[in-house]
Every structure is written in C-alpha cells, then in structure tokens.
C-alpha cells in the first residue's frame, strides 16, 4: 500500500531560521511522483514542487531546496532564512505512474514568528 | 492567466438541498479532478476525468455526481446535501494522466461548503 507520512504536525520558528520539513512516504512501485504543495492561511494550494523516482537530484530554488533520497524514502523540504511569508501548511505528496490518485500527508503547519 | 477557476467560494446549504460547484481550467489541460479536505487532514479524491467525456470515482464519491461539460469544465453536483458534506472543495487539473511527466496538479481556491 502507498502511504505519505508527515510526522511533524506543527513547527514554530523565528524569522531568519532554517526549516527543515520532513517527508516519508512507501510504495513498491518503481516508478513514481512525489510533490510538495503549500497552502497559505487564505486557503489555496500551490504547486512547489514535482520529483520523478528516477531523477534523484536535489533542487534548490531560491531559498527553498529538496532533498530526494530513495534510499530512505525521504523527500525533506528546507526553507533557509524563512520570512513569516513563509508561514502555511505544507503538504508532500505521491503518485504512482500508474494510477491517477494523489497520495497526501497529513500536512505541517509550519509558523514563522516576527 | 487565471488556471482554475471554481464557483462559489462560499455557500450554505440546508439538509437535503442540492447544488453545483462550477470548476472551469484555461491551461488545455487533460485530466481535472475533485478533492474535498477536512480539517486536519490531508486531500480526498471524490472525483475524477481523465479526460473529456469519462469521469471515474475517487476515494470518497457517494453522495456526489459529476459532470465533464468538455475539455474546460467539470462540475461537481451534490444531489442531497448532508453535514457529512461540510467541507472545503478544490478542483484540480494536469497536462496529462497515466504515463505522463508533467503530472503536477493546479488548484483553484476551494469552495467552502457548510450544511446545516
């Protein structure tokens, strides 16, 4: 069975932190999707990022960056120098090449305080 | 650009009435889907169409129907609503489905539903 698991619920930091969010999911599958969606407090979910299973490199973008690593089924999120901008739910997700459902975790409400 | 487009964003309904969210993408996109999400936790697929004139159910598609109008719209019909129901509603649509690499899914901004 697929399943996502985000184990951190709700992270606090101050502005100007580093952020690390936390993304395991399981799947036998070889090939597949994994991404990360941010949902804002005004509610709606934005794309961040897709990672296909046989592309293993990590990604940076801006002040965001990915790191994929099949060997431990991780796909962690980092925010380096976070703004309160940056406080949402952040949601990973997995889909399978064959299959057209979108696997979600739970979410991480992440909070940057002034 | 607008992406998608849902309609309402809020709406209150009365146990047993009907409605119809409106979903409308301007991206040509393929597939387009129906999520609810409830609190604290993640999306439910309720519905999807993989691609004009087929729709298939999701993880959680009693109570609902849905219609693929043509390759721009997907509404989603509750018939008789019920409080189970109350949630927040997003339609989605991707380039592609099964075999594609674009596979990333664009969100409109969610349709707040309360039954009463």
């Known amino acids: 069975a697929q399943k996502v698991t985000q184990a951190q619920t709700e992270i606090s930091v101050v502005e100007k932190e580093d952020v690390t969010l936390d993304c395991v999911y399981e799947?036998?599958?070889?090939?597949?999707?994994l991404f990360w969606y941010k949902q804002p407090p005004s509610g709606e979910l934005v794309f961040l990022i897709r990672?296909?299973?046989?592309d293993e490199q990590n990604e940076i973008s801006g002040r965001y960056s990915w790191n994929f690593q099949k060997s431990t089924s991780s796909f962690n999120f980092t925010i380096t120098a976070s703004q309160v901008v940056d406080s949402a739910v952040y949601f990973c997700?997995?889909?399978?090449?064959?299959?057209?459902?979108?696997?979600w975790g739970a979410g991480t409400k992440l909070i940057i305080k002034p | 650009n607008a992406g998608v487009t849902q309609t309402p964003k809020f709406q209150v309904l009365k146990t047993g009435q009907s409605m119809t969210l409106q979903c409308a993408q301007d991206?040509?996109?393929?597939?387009m889907y129906w999520y609810r999400q409830d609190p604290g936790m993640g999306l439910r697929l309720i519905y999807y169409?993989?691609?004009?004139?087929?729709?298939d159910k999701g993880e959680v598609p009693n109570g609902y129907n849905v219609s693929r109008l043509n390759k721009r719209e997907f509404s989603l019909r509750l018939e008789s609503a019920a409080p189970s129901q109350t949630s927040v509603y997003f339609c989605?649509?991707?380039?592609?489905?099964?075999?594609?690499?674009?596979?990333?899914?664009?969100f409109g901004q969610g349709t707040r539903l309360t039954v009463v």
């Open positions: 990672r296909n299973s046989f």
């Open positions: 991206m040509n996109h393929n597939s």
């Open positions: 997700a997995l889909r399978l090449d064959s299959n057209y459902q979108l696997i």
């Open positions: 799947t036998r599958d070889t090939t597949y999707y």
């Open positions: 989605a649509s991707s380039e592609e489905f099964i075999g594609a690499r674009r596979t990333e899914a664009f």
């Open positions: 169409s993989a691609s004009e004139g087929t729709t």
